[in-house]
């Protein structure tokens, strides 16, 4: 935890206040917070801040904002993913929170087990997105939509996504264009599932204005597939 994210009740008087159960343990278990520390401190889809601890209980931690600091920037990238296997999805939504994707897309594909959409981890998806917020210290959380159905979306949704300047990219590890790098503009990038799309899948994406681009030889994990594409569409050098 980089910073304690706060929700704006939290921050409506003069003294904020910490009450989360989790936050309170990883706190005082942890960083054994004193009267005295100073702590980062974020406010849900608003600023951050520097804050002075003046009071602390086994119930709240009491926080004096001293200095506001700057929010990161966001990656200005929508990522679309074939919904992947309960336990990877986790650490895929926390991944891409913390490295500042703006907006995720879940999608159903062919080698998607209908099952994954039955499994809890979709209805904590946001305790995740906190996760993310608080390793990246973070205060905005991207938007996340599902599509159960991967032919409306594909011929209905992701042409809105393709404008002139924010071409879309379909990792597929046999086509004969390389990704490209270093890019200066939004995208938006589609990652398949464990097995890849199908053959089908893959052209009615490209029918619909995707460009599909090989990341090389090596075949990826889904939530490596994405560390490393982020890397390297958005790499500084």
């Excluded at 200066?184 to 681009?213: R, S």
Aim: charged content about 20%.
């Amino acid at each position: 935890m980089n910073i304690v994210l706060l929700d704006p009740r939290q921050t409506e008087s003069d003294l904020w206040s910490i009450t989360s159960k989790r936050q309170l343990e990883h706190l005082q278990q942890h960083l054994e917070v004193q009267v005295g520390d100073t702590l980062k401190v974020g406010i849900r889809e608003g600023k951050r801040y520097v804050t002075k601890v003046v009071e602390t209980s086994e119930k709240a931690v009491l926080l004096k904002p001293i200095q506001e600091e700057a929010v990161p920037a966001k990656l200005p990238v929508t990522l679309i993913v074939a919904l992947p296997r309960p336990k990877v999805l986790r650490r895929l939504i926390m991944d891409a929170v913390t490295m500042g994707v703006e907006k995720i897309i879940l999608l159903h594909s062919y080698r998607v087990d209908k099952s994954y959409w039955q499994t809890p981890f979709l209805q904590q998806l946001n305790h995740y997105v906190d996760l993310g917020l608080e390793q990246a210290g973070d205060t905005l959380a991207p938007k996340i939509e599902l599509y159960k159905r991967f032919k409306p979306f594909v011929e209905d949704i992701l042409p809105g996504l393709i404008i002139a300047d924010r071409p879309a990219f379909v990792a597929h590890p046999y086509a004969e264009q390389l990704m490209p790098y270093a890019l200066q503009h939004p995208c938006t990038i589609v990652i398949g599932p464990e097995g890849g799309f199908i053959p089908y899948e893959v052209d009615l994406l490209i029918k619909n204005g995707c460009q599909a681009v090989s990341l090389g030889n090596r075949i990826l994990r889904t939530e490596t597939a994405i560390s490393y594409v982020l890397g390297r569409l958005f790499s500084a050098s």
